[in-house]
């Protein structure tokens, strides 16, 4: 699906479009996303435009766009994340060397964790409750259990805590969830942990 996005009015009516959808469309809420992360790495685009907006920074209405999208691509059922959107967070969360507030690191830890979760077969509540400020992920996501999580999805984290020239806080709190801490913790020493 291609859709021309140019303007500030543009992005808004996909996203008014993702909102009012009565069928789930993953690819405009990755479109979205990636419009998203566009302007934090550039501080131009769509999603910026009318306001100052520093290159490599997330602001609050960042994170504020990105859990709009991810609420309304969930569709009336609030079904799981799935992997394209897992994977363009991460690729917001690598794009943002600096973040005013901490409102997208709780977004995108709760978003990858809704996703893993769900493909691991694990119950997880609609994105509305999951991904809600005022729901804690430990009412949902329980201990680590790496033993019930597929290799793929294993190696699928892994290779973003392997990947990441500077490893972020958000991406730690994911892998030890999913791995557990000890294991996650030998990392930080061969990966450059940065806050």
């Known amino acids: 699906m291609t859709v021309s996005v140019e303007t500030a009015a543009d992005f808004h009516a996909l996203v008014a479009a993702i909102e009012q959808s009565p069928i789930v469309v993953p690819e405009m809420a990755v479109t979205a996303l990636s419009l998203v992360r ?3 790495l550039t501080g131009e685009g ?5 306001r100052r907006h520093f290159s ?7 994170a ?9 691509a969930g569709g009336a059922t609030g079904g799981p994340v799935t992997r394209e959107e897992a994977e363009m967070l991460m690729s917001i969360d690598a794009a ?12 995108f830890v709760k978003a990858v964790t809704h996703h893993v979760l769900a493909a691991t077969g694990r119950p997880v509540p609609p994105r509305p409750v999951a991904l809600s400020a005022d729901t804690p992920l430990s009412s ?42 000890p294991i996650v913790q030998s990392l930080s020493g061969v990966v450059d942990f940065a806050a």
């Open 38 to 40: 566009d302007g934090v």
């Open 46 to 50: 769509p999603t910026v435009a009318g």
């Open 56 to 62: 490599r920074t997330l602001d609050a209405i960042d």
């Open 64 to 72: 504020a766009n990105c859990g709009r999208i991810l609420m309304a």
């Open 96 to 107: 943002a060397h600096e973040r005013e507030d901490q409102v997208f690191d709780d977004l």
């Open 140 to 181: 949902w996501a329980g201990e680590p259990r790496a033993h019930d999580v597929d290799h793929e999805i294993l190696e699928w984290i892994m290779s973003h805590v392997r990947g990441s020239r500077r490893l972020s806080r958000s991406l730690m709190s994911i892998a030890a969830l999913v791995i557990g801490t």
